[in-house]
């Protein structure tokens, strides 16, 4: 069965390239969030495998997010998705219990190796 993946980005077209590189690799993208106040509500909801997360959005940035997933389930699979220069929040964000992080704009195959590394 394929892996379940959620994508979090407050852009649609970000969005779309990264389920369209998910889906093309055999993953099932169960839902996607515009911001982490959804992010958190859809993980509740869907209980992915996984989920690739935006650090700047509007409303719940990324990493307030990811520490509200981890307190739900503290084995929550979770990839931060940042924008060149954004080094302290990505470390503020495997410090709180991101597995990767993919820089923006995504590159295939670095998508996938973060993913299937993740889940592995």
């Known amino acids: ?17 990264i ?11 169960v839902g996607e969030a515009e911001n982490g106040s959804v992010a958190v ?3 509740k909801e869907l209980t992915p ?14 990493i307030q ?3 509200e997933i981890k ?3 503290p084995s929550a ?3 931060m998705c940042s924008a060149m220069g954004q080094q302290a929040m990505v470390i503020d964000a495997i410090q709180a219990g991101a597995k990767d992080f993919i820089v923006k704009p995504f590159q295939a195959d670095r998508v996938i190796e973060a993913v299937s590394k993740a889940l592995a």
Do not use: H, S, W
Request: charged letters at 35%; hydrophobic letters at 45%; proline letters at 2%.
């Open 1 to 17: 069965m394929a892996q379940k993946v959620l994508i979090v980005d407050d852009a649609a077209f970000m969005r779309m390239m």
């Open 19 to 29: 389920k369209d590189i998910l889906e093309k690799n055999g993953y099932n993208v």
């Open 41 to 43: 509500e859809k993980y």
């Open 49 to 62: 495998d996984l989920v690739t997360m935006d650090i700047t959005m509007p409303e719940k940035d990324g």
């Open 65 to 67: 997010a990811l520490k």
């Open 71 to 73: 307190e739900i389930d």
């Open 77 to 79: 699979t979770i990839i």
